[in-house]
């Protein structure tokens, strides 16, 4: 009897820690160009001028954050566009940049859907040089650049959703990027199966451990 109460007591915790910890709620990425790991380089912007990148837009797309550095106590205003085409597809803008402080502009309007082949440009129309955190170079010698390789750095952006969402909300997105970027069977579908694996194998546990231990 004691066995299955303190069974029964720990399922019931994880249950409830679940729920609290997945019905939190907070912004949420949409997406973002990080890819390798943060390179601790700098790519500067100066007074007047406009840096472009190359960057599919992902959809959901309501606010750019990037992560910026400043020998100004305030800089800025920079402004930030989602071009593609020589088209305008949004704006906004970041008005007091901080040193070491990350900035986040609210696009207009939002990117509902996906934008592949788009590009996002900064024009710096402050008087002080800014400095945009790039993180697509691997730092020298680490795992994922043993040649050492120098690659242009360009600045890190985060894309992010509109609002605040809990991870529960937000099922059936993870569950269709879950399927992503795997073999072409793979789909929604895979998230609730390797749940379902999790679930049957805790279950097999519990079985073996009432089996194996005396009732009492």
Known sequence: MRVRLAIGLGFAVVAV???ISLGRSDQRLAGTNAQV?????????????VLCQPEGIPADTAEVRVYVGTPARVAGP???????????LATGTLRELRDGVPATASM???IA???PGAKVCFHNRGRSRIYLAGDRTPVRGSGANPYGTVFDDEPRVDYLRPGRESWLALAGTIAHRFGLEKTSFFGPWTMWVVFGL???????????????????
């Open 17 to 19: 820690g679940l729920l």
């Open 37 to 49: 790991q943060v390179s601790g380089n700098a790519v500067p912007v100066a007074a007047g001028r």
């Open 78 to 88: 920079l402004d930030v566009t989602f071009r593609k085409g020589g088209r305008v």
């Open 108 to 110: 207009s309007p939002r």
């Open 113 to 115: 859907n996906e934008v």
């Open 198 to 216: 999790i679930g049957c194998t805790w279950l097999a546990a519990v079985l073996l451990l009432l089996r194996r231990l005396p009732a009492r």
